[in-house]
Each structure stands twice: as C-alpha cells, then as structure tokens.
C-alpha cells in the first residue's frame, strides 16, 4: 500500500480472530451518489519467505537478522580481552543480553543483511542490501541512546548493490578507522 501511495484513510480492516482479516477495499463507482462501495476481500497470511529463518549477520557482540516481519538484533555477552567488551557498551546504552530488538521502519524487500563496526569507536551499524540494489541502515547504539531502534532509510546515490565488506579506510596520516564498503556489480567499492 506505501509503494502505491495508497490513502489509508480510504482502507478498512477488520481483525477475524483467526489469524485472518477482512479488508474493505474501495472501488469507484460511477453511479449513485456515494461514488464509492467497499468489497470486503478476506485475507488469509501464509508462511513468509524466512519462516523458518532468514539471512542474518554479527560483529563481535551484535547480530542482527532478517523475519519476515522485518529486522531483529540482539547483544550477546562477551567478557574477554579482545575489543570490545560487550559489558561497557552494556552499561552505557542499558541493551538486555539474550534478547530480541526487533526495529522499526523497514518497509524495504530485502535480500541480504550485514552488520559492521563503522568509526573509530565501536559504532556497529546493520546494512540492508534491497532487492533493488540499494542499501539501508540501522544506526544501533544511536537507536538504542534515543530509546527508537528504527531503520535510518536508505542511502541515497547507491545503486546496483550487491554485498558488503568490511575494511579499513586510510586518514592519510599514517592511521585509519574502520569502514563499510558496498560493493556494486562491477566490483567497485
């Protein structure tokens, strides 16, 4: 209904309490006065295509997944020497271990998803490869600090996406910070 601009004041639903519902959907009429009658169309959602589990993605303590309602992350604990330590981002953002965040706003058809630390800071971020070609994110620690763990929409001016790396983007002083990379169909970075 978004990709078709769909009014949705002119839609009518109506729960069945049977996992179904009974869509009133609008037709145009011609004749009469009203200019409008509903025809109630009965929907019955099946399996989706990730039923069972759908692509899913980690970065040190963070994974994240595609259902077939959307996107989910959660935070495992991770108490050891190596970066990072999941305990400090613990305290700072009050994330719950074991548990699962589903995310708001992803509306996209997507085919593949990728979760990487982007910045000089643990910042992980989850990308969403569409199967259009074009690419959304998730901003995690910055969703979970404004308590709205919701997508960030897409980027602009990607196209013709089809995976991601992750890698290390030079500052031309001799260091560097980690980096995504989308990689198009020809290869390029």
């Given at each position: 209904m978004a990709e078709e601009n769909f009014s949705?004041?002119?839609?009518?639903?109506?729960?069945?309490?049977?996992?179904?519902f009974t869509a009133f959907q609008p037709v145009a009429s011609i004749a009469g006065g009203n200019g409008w009658y509903y025809e109630p169309v009965l929907v019955e959602p099946g399996p989706g295509d990730w039923a069972d589990g759908g692509p899913q993605a980690e970065d040190a303590f963070v994974s994240a997944w595609l259902t077939d309602d959307g996107v989910s992350v959660s935070f495992s604990k991770s108490q050891s020497r190596d970066f990072p330590d999941s305990?400090?981002?613990?305290?700072?953002?009050?994330?719950?271990?074991?548990?699962?965040?589903?995310?708001?706003?992803?509306?996209?058809?997507?085919?593949?998803?990728?979760?990487?630390?982007?910045?000089?800071?643990?910042?992980?971020?989850v990308f969403l490869l569409t199967t259009e070609g074009t690419v959304e994110?998730?901003?995690?620690?910055?969703?979970?600090?404004?308590?709205?763990?919701?997508?960030?929409?897409?980027?602009?001016?990607?196209?013709?996406?089809?995976?991601?790396?992750?890698?290390?983007?030079?500052?031309?002083?001799?260091?560097?910070?980690?980096t995504v990379y989308a990689v198009d169909k020809n290869g390029r970075k």
């Open positions: 949705l004041d002119l839609a009518r639903f109506c729960p069945n309490g049977d996992g179904t305990e400090t981002y613990h305290r700072a953002y009050g994330f719950a271990y074991d548990t699962e965040y589903p995310v708001a706003g992803c509306y996209g058809d997507y085919q593949d998803i990728f979760v990487s630390a982007s910045g000089q800071d643990f910042c992980p971020y994110y998730i901003d995690i620690f910055g969703g979970l600090w404004h308590g709205c763990l919701c997508s960030g929409g897409p980027l602009y001016g990607f196209r013709d996406i089809v995976g991601f790396e992750s890698g290390v983007y030079e500052d031309g002083f001799g260091g560097g910070y980690e």
